[in-house]
């Protein structure tokens, strides 16, 4: 078990922000440890040029990146996800799609920063903020002993990273 490749899928309502910014760095981050996607249950259709920047600032890939509908991962042939995380902090509650493997779920709702108004550094700040947020959560999920962890341990481990404020560290 210890080279399994784990499944997981960011979601959100637009998947233009946020679950764009998780799958880039989780990608990056986990080193091949995991296959990742994101998705949107009213994607967007493009990804806010403000992520891309967010991403890009922190030597991010944002290669590949594209805004998806989250029914995409629910169709027969999807690959059966692992963990799916949702990072919205207005959508909990929506209802996803039955999604194939049984997957863990959690929320780790992260403000969203394109409903920030302001001065245009106010916006860009925002982004960072929300990149920072979830790239904390993302190593904390990283450095789990997988090996070690039975479901139960791991789905209250998932829901504590949710939990972590912008102020906590890693």
Not at 118 to 141: K, M, P
Not at 152 to 163: C, F, T, V
Request: hydrophobic share 40%; with cysteine; charged share 20%.
């Amino acid at each position: 078990m210890a080279d399994k490749v784990y499944d997981i899928l960011f979601v959100c309502t637009g998947n233009s922000g946020r679950s764009i910014m998780a799958e880039s760095m989780m990608r990056f981050f986990s080193k091949g440890r995991f296959n990742t996607f994101s998705g949107g249950s009213a994607r967007k259709g493009a990804i806010n040029p403000h992520a891309i920047d967010a991403l890009r600032r922190a030597d991010l890939p944002t290669d590949g990146l594209r805004s998806k509908n989250w029914n995409e991962f629910a169709q027969p042939g999807a690959p059966a996800m692992d963990f799916v995380i949702e990072v919205c902090d207005q959508a909990a509650g929506e209802v996803p799609p039955t999604w194939p493997g049984a997957p863990m779920t959690s929320n780790w709702g992260v403000p969203d920063p394109a409903a920030t108004t302001g001065s245009e550094a106010d916006i860009q700040q925002a982004f960072r903020t929300a990149r920072n947020l979830l790239q904390q959560r993302i190593l904390l999920l990283l450095s789990f002993d997988f090996n070690k962890l039975d479901r139960l341990a791991m789905q209250s481990r998932l829901n504590a990273i949710g939990q972590q404020s912008a102020a906590e560290s890693v």
